[in-house]
């Protein structure tokens, strides 16, 4: 197999991963199993994520004439991650750090959840990026500084296992406020697991679904990433008042969750991808986390001990501390570490189109990346400590530039061997 059929089958499958995880593969078949029995009264569909516009016209396009009839909706979505819909209003706002039209669109989701009765359905279509899209903050809590103490924890590279602890014991919608809201209606939510695990509790901070974490942990995770916080959000987190609802709580007894799309999922179907190119498929798993590129080097290990014609895969989502004057990234730092680490074909990308702060999916190397790079004057060493890794790959014209997919089952690795 050539350099560019090598590349070319890696690409191909990052994209066989990314199609499974979209919308149109598998809602239509989740209405016809779930919706069988059609609700008396309103129907509210509601969402936030990445994927969730695609989710909601997909939805729609699957709904029995009967419930079109009666369907209303507000859906957030990341800016340029629209989608036409007929029934159901889709509002863009900023990703990852809140802006005042996601607060306005959350307000008016939490105001109509409570305004519906025992014979009501609520639709909840959840992905990726819906933690920070639906960014209701506790009355206690004062919008800036919720989007401050995010902003922090993104850059000292908290997990998002972290992150949403403390968002839910922030928020007024999280962690099944936004089911307890809706009782005594029926709350139905589909959703996209971008996280390690697919645990329906983190999938956007789970705000159909009971949550078993504590204001007090949520301390220590800001004292943990050294977060100084306002003396009124640390009173407001040593105050009953902003303790989540239990799975057990008579509140979320009427709301079920589906996970649709897993990271896993994805993986499997790249996996398919290889196998009919002829290499052995190996998953390494589909939750692995850390450093960039620390994990570059364990992966490293794992091809250099591996026989010809292997293909080592996995998914998660790790982190990247940055500390030089770069954009960060942990797909291109990841891919690029691991261009140091030997002579590997490699691609590593985000599902959802976006690695970082900037719309680039990721990038990929060859053997001969290094080589191409001292032949165009680029130190590759110096921009991996700047943290300048989309840097150096757009300066090699191997990145990964897809746009906004749509959809996010987390981060897709790939080597070929």
Known sequence: MSPAEKIALMRAM????????????????????????????????????????????AFEAAAPDRL??????????????GSACEYIQIIEAAHPVPDERGLKAAEEIIQTARQLGQDDLMVVLVSGGGSSLFCLPHRAIGFQIKQDITSQL???????????????????????????????????????????????????????????????QALEILARYRIAVPKAVEAHLHSADCETPLA?????????????????????????????????PVILGDALEGESRALAAWMAQKATASPAKTALISGGETTVIVTGKGKGGRNAEFIHA???????????????????????????????????????????????????????????????????????????????T
């Open 248 to 280: 057990s709580d008579p509140l979320l007894s009427a709301s079920d969750m589906y996970v649709l799309a897993t990271p896993l999922k994805s993986l499997q179907a790249a996996a398919e991808i290889a196998r009919k190119a002829g290499y052995n």
């Open 154 to 216: 993104l850059h000292n590279g908290a997990p998002i296992d972290a992150m949403n602890c403390v968002r839910k014991h922030l928020s007024a919608g999280k962690g099944g406020q936004l089911a307890a809201a809706a009782y005594p209606a029926r709350t139905l939510s589909f959703a996209i697991s971008d996280v390690p695990g697919d645990g329906p509790a983190v999938i956007a901070s789970g705000p159909t679904v009971g949550d078993d974490s504590t204001a007090r």
């Open 68 to 81: 079109k009839a009666k369907m209303e909706g507000m859906v957030i979505v990341p800016d340029g991650h």
């Open 338 to 416: 691991l261009a140091l680490c030997g002579s590997f074909y490699g691609l590593a990308a985000d599902t959802d189109g976006i690695d970082g702060a900037l719309p680039v999916a990721g990038a990929y190397i060859t053997p001969e990346t290094l080589s191409l790079a001292r032949t165009r004057g680029v130190d590759a060493q110096a921009m991996l400590e700047d943290n300048d890794s989309h840097g150096f790959f757009a300066a090699l014209d191997s990145q990964i530039i897809t746009g906004p997919t749509k959809t996010n089952v987390n981060d897709f690795r790939v080597i070929l």
């Open 14 to 57: 990052f994209d066989a991963a990314v199609s499974a995880a979209h919308p149109d593969n598998f809602i239509g078949d989740a209405v016809e199993k779930t919706l069988q029995a059609l609700p008396e009264g309103r129907v509210f569909v509601t969402g936030f994520g990445k994927a969730s516009a695609v989710m909601a016209r």
